[in-house]
């Protein structure tokens, strides 16, 4: 897929790795908007704990139990950033509800 799509114009630096490093950082945005909304007190660095935990069980079960992958720290490291990414989304949207909600009447 890679060299069909340099063949047809797409840039050669976007190649495995940062396929690979953009599904990392995606995988997780999911977990980082569900933590928000479940845990919506408490504070985004916690809630980002939550993304290097999961993260790092992940890798290291890729370590200890599937021979045919490679555990890294960069794939800790982009997950993460999807879960900051997540939280921050979540966050975001909810300060953008709450000046919504908290403007006068007749006021946009």
């Not at 079960?61 to 982009?78: E, K, Y």
């Amino acid at each position: 897929m890679l060299n069909f799509l340099h063949r047809h114009g797409v840039p050669h630096w976007f190649d495995y790795h940062v396929v690979e490093s953009s599904a990392n950082v995606a995988m997780f945005i999911p977990l980082g908007i569900f933590a928000a909304m479940a845990f919506p007190t408490r504070a985004w660095w916690v809630l980002t704990g939550l993304g290097i935990l999961v993260s790092t069980c992940m890798e290291l079960g890729q370590l200890l139990f599937i021979t045919a992958r490679f555990s890294s720290v960069v794939d800790v490291v982009m997950n993460t950033l999807g879960t900051v990414i997540g939280v921050a989304a979540m966050q975001l949207l909810a300060r953008r509800r709450r000046t919504k909600f908290a403007s006068p009447q007749g006021t946009s």
